[in-house]
């Protein structure tokens, strides 16, 4: 019975290359290492409901225990490096994951990375992860959007999928990747989209970069020939870059508060096309002439901010983010400055140069 059900699936995948994983396969089992960081996924709830919880709290240990069927698809090894709500996240554990994860590719102890994270800032930390890894073995973030303790919890089925889309040699060279509700994200595209919901990771430009399921890797195209090669993770940590988030009747003030506290970027959550009051572009202009790097971007969540439309870039020395969304833009322009790169000039073909 189970036998002709798997025949027919076959069959009406069609076109669709269904793409066995390394368990389904029968083949040695690929070794997962899975770095814990608190989140959602790691939290339990008062009641059995998603409301009155606290994200973290959860180790890693306890998280791999409570999904039937991992150890069949994998074999895994988890650490902690935090147990925080991902609001809490920060450049400590950044640097702390990309160590982790440089060290366990060079020293072959993992075929594949999973790292379980809050949701909130889970497209920064994939984004941060992917600007400064040379790794061409998947690494993959995942969360929930329910705590472990709520009727119909996202998290086991996310983690499951999570591992076998890290354990499938399909996943490869395809930079850092967040598995969530059955979807596979890039890093550059892939963005929050709703505050409550398990269908929140989407990409406001197109779609997801493939799909999972219990049985099946499937991408949607092939990963692509070559990566853009990886920044360094800077010495001193990484500067202060600001956003500054567009409004009606906008002021100076954010601009002139970002400076106080001795930001070396600024980038613009922009209304439309990334523009702003007439106020507001000016302190940005005079900021820019003073050094800092000023970065143009939406709150808008979906389209391009291209050069010199509204406002002139030319004359400002401002630089444009295109599809990056303000969040990754900060953390592009963080990188950037850390790195050394200060010029608007150069900034902008970094901002070009990171498809
Ligand atoms: N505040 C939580 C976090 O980002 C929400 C979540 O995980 O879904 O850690």
Same mark, same amino acid.
């Given at each position: 019975? /189970?036998?002709?059900?798997?025949?027919?699936?076959?069959? @009406?995948?069609?076109?669709?290359? $269904?793409?066995?994983?390394?368990?389904?396969?029968?083949?040695?089992?690929? *070794?997962?290492?899975?770095?814990? #960081?608190?989140?959602?996924?790691?939290?339990?709830?008062?009641?059995?409901?998603?409301?009155?919880?606290?994200?973290?709290?959860?180790?890693?240990?306890?998280?791999?225990?409570?999904?039937?069927?991992?150890?069949?698809?994998?074999?895994?090894?988890?650490?902690?490096? @935090?147990?925080?709500?991902?609001?809490?996240?920060?450049?400590? $554990?950044?640097?702390?994951?990309?160590?982790?994860?440089?060290?366990?590719?060079?020293?072959?102890?993992?075929?594949?990375?999973?790292?379980?994270?809050?949701?909130?800032?889970?497209?920064?930390?994939?984004?941060?992860?992917?600007? !400064?890894?040379? =790794?061409?073995?998947?690494?993959?973030?995942?969360?929930?959007?329910?705590?472990?303790?709520?009727?119909?919890?996202?998290?086991?089925?996310?983690?499951?999928?999570a591992v076998e889309v890290a354990a499938s040699a399909q996943s490869g060279n395809r930079g850092v990747l967040i598995v969530m509700n059955? #979807?596979?994200?890039?890093?550059?595209?892939?963005?929050? =989209?709703?505050?409550?919901? $398990?269908?929140?990771?989407?990409?406001?430009?197109?779609?997801?970069?493939?799909?999972?399921?219990?049985?099946?890797?499937?991408?949607?195209?092939?990963?692509?020939?070559?990566?853009?090669?990886?920044?360094?993770?800077?010495?001193?940590?990484?500067?202060?870059?600001?956003? !500054?988030?567009?409004?009606?009747?906008?002021?100076?003030?954010?601009?002139?508060?970002?400076?106080?506290?001795?930001?070396?970027?600024?980038?613009?959550?922009?209304?439309?096309?990334?523009?702003?009051?007439?106020?507001?572009?000016?302190?940005?202009? @005079?900021?820019?002439?003073?050094?800092? $790097?000023?970065?143009?971007?939406?709150?808008?969540? @979906?389209?391009? !901010?291209? *050069?010199?439309?509204?406002?002139?870039?030319?004359?400002?020395?401002?630089?444009?983010?295109?599809?990056?969304?303000?969040?990754?833009?900060?953390?592009?322009?963080?990188?950037?400055?850390?790195?050394?790169?200060?010029?608007?000039?150069? !900034? /902008?073909?970094?901002?070009?140069?990171?498809?």
């Amino acid at each position: 019975m /189970q036998t002709m059900a798997l025949a027919a699936l076959t069959l @009406s995948a069609g076109s669709y290359a $269904v793409i066995a994983t390394a368990a389904d396969a029968g083949t040695a089992k690929p *070794r997962i290492l899975v770095l814990a #960081t608190g989140g959602t996924i790691a939290s339990t709830g008062d009641a059995r409901s998603a409301i009155g919880y606290n994200a973290g709290g959860v180790t890693g240990e306890q998280l791999m225990a409570s999904v039937p069927g991992l150890d069949k698809l994998a074999n895994i090894k988890a650490e902690q490096i @935090s147990n925080i709500g991902s609001q809490d996240m920060n450049s400590k $554990v950044w640097y702390q994951l990309a160590a982790r994860i440089k060290q366990a590719f060079d020293r072959n102890e993992a075929d594949g990375v999973v790292i379980t994270h809050g949701t909130d800032t889970m497209e920064e930390t994939a984004f941060f992860l992917d600007n !400064v890894l040379a =790794t061409r073995q998947p690494v993959v973030l995942v969360g929930s959007m329910r705590p472990s303790t709520a009727v119909s919890a996202d998290g086991p089925g996310n983690l499951y999928e999570a591992v076998e889309v890290a354990a499938s040699a399909q996943s490869g060279n395809r930079g850092v990747l967040i598995v969530m509700n059955d #979807t596979i994200h890039g890093p550059r595209w892939v963005t929050k =989209t709703h505050t409550t919901s $398990v269908q929140t990771f989407g990409n406001p430009n197109g779609g997801p970069l493939g799909y999972v399921d219990p049985a099946s890797v499937r991408y949607l195209t092939p990963a692509p020939a070559a990566r853009k090669p990886p920044l360094s993770v800077p010495n001193g940590g990484l500067p202060r870059v600001d956003i !500054v988030y567009a409004h009606a009747d906008m002021d100076a003030t954010q601009i002139d508060d970002a400076l106080r506290h001795n930001a070396k970027g600024i980038v613009l959550a922009g209304v439309g096309d990334g523009n702003a009051s007439k106020a507001a572009l000016d302190a940005l202009a @005079s900021a820019a002439k003073q050094g800092v $790097v000023v970065v143009r971007s939406s709150r808008v969540g @979906s389209g391009f !901010v291209n *050069r010199n439309v509204e406002v002139s870039d030319d004359k400002t020395g401002f630089v444009v983010s295109y599809d990056l969304n303000p969040q990754k833009a900060r953390v592009l322009t963080q990188l950037l400055i850390g790195n050394g790169v200060n010029s608007a000039d150069k !900034v /902008q073909k970094a901002f070009d140069a990171t498809y």
